[in-house]
């Protein structure tokens, strides 16, 4: 799932109305958009500094989510200390973690989790040009970072830290089935996938990515198949307790793994909307939105011709 941001009198209210949907699961990941902290100084630069209070974990672990990305532009915004108070609080309730860390080589490393015999093995990175310095040092607190600026070259990325993620990647396949990646990338608000997405997430799949999961733009983007691996380009949002311009549709991806591969690949269709407590979240949409959300979802992915298969519930992803 995409960006989460729990701000609400009751957390575990946050994902209520898909826990049938999320409770089908063997492993569950999205992206945790805020610290967890009640600090009260934001780090300089930060426009719109975000956080939440550490009781909002609960709603994460309500819904079931193994595991978080950190890797995001708002995760220090609240300075190192703000991000050791998070990573204190999931190691507590047992959430892994990764894309952040006391230190560079902690913020690369690549988390493993193991389900039914099958080895999963994470990496998370942020891509965005609003971090303002967030990136993890050899001895300070921070996150995966992959630089990019217009100011360089197109496709505007690093290369040293395209490298470097290219490594990060390549360790990972060593002792792992299956690798998936989470970047933090895009353009705000716009469905539209900017060139530092699509070197990314190739250079990603040819170093040995199975799939790419993207956040940040705060909206739906295309779909697409690459060498037989999953690109979702953008999430959007899945719980975002700000005033945002709502209703919003979003998505779930569900893979299914068989022989240590993803074998298919599902799209859950959702509308973020008013629950029944007022507070905007996911809800399974009618039979209308379900069909308007689809639509919508295709026509992103048009431009890489990405094939579908239409259920009632759900949407398969063409991967050969």
């Not at 630069?45 to 975000?50: A, K």
């Not at 006391?102 to 040009?129: Q, V």
């Not at 380009?233 to 022989?259: H, K």
């Not at 069909?291 to 890489?304: A, G, P, Y």
Request: glycine share 8%; proline share 5%; net charge negative.
């Amino acid at each position: 799932m995409g960006d989460i941001y729990l701000n609400r009198d009751d957390p575990k209210t946050g994902f209520n109305k898909i826990t049938s949907l999320l409770g089908k699961a063997d492993l569950v990941f999205g992206n945790l958009e805020t610290p967890l902290t009640t600090r009260d100084i934001a780090s300089l630069g930060r426009l719109v500094p975000i956080k939440t209070p550490p009781a909002m974990v609960e709603g994460i672990k309500e819904a079931g989510i193994d595991i978080v990305s950190l890797a995001n532009n708002h995760t220090t915004d609240y300075g190192p200390d703000g991000l050791l108070d998070t990573l204190a609080i999931l190691d507590e309730k047992r959430i892994q973690q990764v894309g952040g860390g006391r230190n560079f080589k902690e913020a690369h490393r690549f988390k493993t989790i193991e389900k039914n015999g099958i080895t999963f093995g994470f990496l998370a990175y942020e891509c965005t040009i609003w971090s303002f310095g967030a990136d993890a040092r050899e001895q300070t607190p921070g996150v995966a970072k992959i630089n990019v600026s217009p100011l360089l070259a197109s496709p505007h990325i690093d290369e040293e830290d395209v490298l470097s993620m290219e490594e990060d990647v390549k360790k990972a396949r060593a002792k792992s089935d299956v690798v998936i990646v989470s970047f933090h990338w895009g353009v705000d608000l716009s469905g539209t996938v900017a060139p530092h997405q699509k070197k990314l997430a190739y250079q990603s799949i040819e170093a040995g990515a199975d799939m790419v999961l993207g956040h940040q733009p705060h909206r739906l983007q295309g779909i697409e198949v690459y060498r037989g691996s999953l690109i979702c380009y953008s999430l959007g949002n899945i719980v975002f307790d700000t005033v945002f311009s709502f209703p919003q549709t979003t998505m779930i991806v569900e893979a299914l793994i068989s022989n240590k591969k993803i074998e298919k690949a599902y799209l859950h269709p959702l509308l973020i909307a008013k629950s029944d407590s007022e507070l905007f979240g996911p809800v399974l949409p009618g039979e209308g939105d379900y069909k308007k959300i689809v639509t919508e979802i295709e026509r992103l992915s048009q431009k890489f011709g990405t094939r579908f298969i239409r259920n009632e519930d759900r949407v398969e992803v063409v991967l050969s």
